[in-house]
């Protein structure tokens, strides 16, 4: 099987390392995105695929957009079987999905229809979901609307964070690509429809999402920070200065102060009124500061109880 494969961050290495030392399918070019200025320097930073193609001398592409007719020329004389695609990063137009002997295979990290679009780790996290998984789908123009060829599942864990479970379907993703490629009959594969009804949808990750509500519920605003964790972080406010919080646990003594209060500083932290409980903070990043166990933090800084977390 002729391939080509298309993917960017390290969700989509680990995927193509699997496809590469898979001998049983030729592996033929790789697109990537185009380098990007990344860092206080912004020094051209290239892509984990990228870095990979580079280290094993395989050909790549990178091309500033999918509409260029010298890349739909060079795809069509390449002549795949099928197009691979996990975590490349743009919308596929309909005309570079038809030029495949067979299709374009996407690998999406959930359990379609569920959580559709580019962030459905963070969301199922953030919604308090216990199980989540892979989806491998025949892709189509719509946004993570394709057939589905294959489902596997994941447990979701109470200590994961995004990082953790990140690396869980990254591997469970290529696990069951190459199940896939070895096992199914590309000129009759048994395509399950999406139940368009029971999409839901899990958007982009922006800065101001990562704001932490403290009305919110204990068990939210954990699963919130664990989802957000170690990237783009969850933030708060304490008088104008952004604060990361990186680990939350369970602060057993409360009030009835308003959500967001800080309630008490202990040994091992700084206590936070939530809508039903109470938090413990126990990692943080000030603003422009590095990571710091709050124990740490509190012996060369001082934070006051009452002030309100924003």
């Not at 979701?156 to 490629?181: F, P």
């Not at 509500?213 to 939210?220: A, F, R, T, V």
């Not at 903070?281 to 509190?298: G, V």
């Amino acid at each position: 099987m002729k391939i080509i494969f298309m993917g960017t961050p390290s969700f989509a290495l680990v995927i193509l390392k699997k496809i590469f030392y898979n001998k049983n399918h030729e592996l033929i070019s790789i697109i990537t995105q185009p380098d990007k200025k990344s860092g206080r320097g912004q020094k051209i930073k290239f892509s984990d695929v990228k870095n990979f193609a580079l280290e094993n001398n395989l050909d790549f592409m990178q091309p500033e957009s999918l509409k260029d007719n010298n890349l739909l020329l060079k795809l069509k004389t390449l002549k795949p079987d099928l197009f691979l695609v996990a975590a490349y990063g743009k919308i596929i137009p309909e005309n570079i999905l038809e030029i495949p002997k067979y299709c374009a295979i996407n690998v999406h990290a959930s359990l379609l229809p569920k959580y559709r679009g580019a962030a459905p780790i963070q969301h199922a996290i953030i919604n308090g979901e216990t199980v989540t998984g892979v989806t491998i789908m025949k892709m189509d123009k719509g946004m993570d609307t394709g057939d589905i060829i294959l489902q596997e599942k994941c447990d979701i864990l109470q200590e994961d964070t995004y990082e953790s479970l990140y690396n869980k379907l990254a591997n469970l993703g290529a696990d069951s690509l190459i199940k896939v490629l070895d096992n199914f009959d590309f000129d009759n594969l048994n395509l399950k429809k999406q139940e368009d009804s029971l999409a839901s949808y899990a958007p982009i990750i922006k800065k101001d999402f990562c704001h932490i509500d403290w009305s919110k519920s204990s068990l939210e605003i954990l699963n919130f920070v664990r989802a957000l964790k170690p990237k783009p972080g969850a933030y708060t406010l304490y008088e104008n200065k952004i604060f990361k919080i990186w680990d939350l646990i369970e602060y057993p003594v409360y009030g009835t102060e308003e959500p967001g209060k800080i309630i008490a500083i202990t040994n091992n932290g700084i206590a936070i009124k939530t809508f039903d409980g109470a938090l413990l903070i126990t990692c943080l990043q000030e603003q422009n500061n590095k990571i710091m166990l709050a124990s740490e933090y509190l012996k060369g800084h001082k934070i006051k109880t009452g002030i309100l977390l924003v």
